[in-house]
């Protein structure tokens, strides 16, 4: 993990989740990954990441120009099968040679997500997004509830083996979107496996308030693994809950959320600063403050341009499939 530095401000909390810089993007700097009969671009990757992966005939790459074309050998007739099959065999020959740790320990059947706006589905390993560059879809609810008058959220901490920022508070219940599900649906799954919060209940209730947005890079650059752009959307739900409603971990199902604690806005601000939220989940934090009223234009003079980083433009489609 990278040395933390000194957040005097929301806006640079958000900035640490958006650290790939513009000059990265360049649209000079970088590979384009392209799907057949399509002309919208899915994917961003880095002139290293494309001289490393053990590209396949489905695939042609283009250094001229830039560009990474997947193939389709069927002539439209199952163009879909076709594409998800030279995704799935690359990842699987990176598997198997221990090409790229973001893999490692992994098995490629497991955990299927889709790429957001393709003409038809295109599923991919979860653990590869970062080799591909395309925008992972995730979901995150934050549950509170009004105890004396005063707003009081729910805040978990994450387990201490879970594979990223284990131990660090996160929001009350989140993950990524599986291939094939539904946002909502995704969003009551998170709810019930990591907080034991009703189905019925959250499906009724919870508030679809929105997205925020970042890009981030991850790797070493150092040669043996280059830095990778992860460009992620985050579908933003609220939940007020009565307050008898007591968010518990469910360990019958893993171990992903240790506890959780019940803190007012005061700690939960003190604890953003504190860095003790994982990244992707400040962001969250902020977005709500933002929409609650916490944080106004009044009490912070970044706030135009702090609006603005929570939704950083991601320059891929992004068009829900329907």
């Not at 640079?12 to 990265?24: D, F, Y």
């Not at 599923?123 to 509170?144: C, E, I, N, S, W």
Request: glycine letters at 6%; proline letters at 6%.
């Amino acid at each position: 993990m990278a040395a933390r530095t000194e957040m005097s401000s929301y806006l640079s909390l958000v900035e640490a989740s958006n650290t790939c810089t513009e000059e990265a993007l360049r649209d000079d700097h970088l590979y384009r990954l392209y799907l057949p009969f399509d002309d919208q671009a899915h994917g961003l990757l880095l002139p290293s990441v494309v001289a490393m992966i053990p590209w396949t005939y489905a695939f042609k790459i283009s250094h001229d120009v830039k560009r990474v074309e997947v193939l389709d050998s069927s002539n439209g007739k199952e163009t879909s099968a076709v594409v998800n099959r030279a995704f799935a065999e690359i990842i699987n020959i990176c598997l198997e040679a221990d090409m790229f740790s973001i893999l490692r320990g992994k098995t490629g059947s497991e955990d299927w997500r889709a790429m957001i706006g393709t003409k038809y589905p295109v599923k991919m390993y979860r653990y590869a997004q970062p080799l591909f560059g395309y925008v992972g879809q995730g979901v995150h609810l934050t549950a509170y509830t009004r105890k004396d008058g005063a707003m009081k959220l729910w805040i978990p901490r994450r387990g201490a083996t879970v594979d990223s920022d284990p131990n660090m508070l996160d929001n009350t219940a989140a993950g990524s979107v599986p291939a094939g599900m539904s946002i909502l649906d995704a969003m009551v799954d998170e709810a019930d496996e990591e907080a034991s919060l009703p189905r019925e209940l959250v499906r009724s209730k919870a508030q679809p308030a929105g997205v925020v947005s970042y890009i981030s890079p991850l790797g070493r650059g150092d040669g043996d693994e280059p830095n990778m752009i992860i460009p992620d959307v985050i579908y933003v739900y609220d939940i007020e809950l009565p307050e008898g409603l007591i968010p518990k971990p469910r360990h019958e199902y893993d171990w992903e959320v240790k506890e959780f604690y019940l803190m007012d806005i005061e700690e939960v601000n003190c604890r953003l600063f504190n860095q003790e939220f994982k990244p992707n989940c400040a962001l969250v934090l902020i977005d709500f403050f933002v929409r609650h009223g916490i944080i106004t234009p009044s009490n912070d003079h970044e706030y135009a341009l702090l609006n603005l980083r929570l939704r950083r433009h991601l320059p891929l489609n992004m068009t829900l499939s329907s």
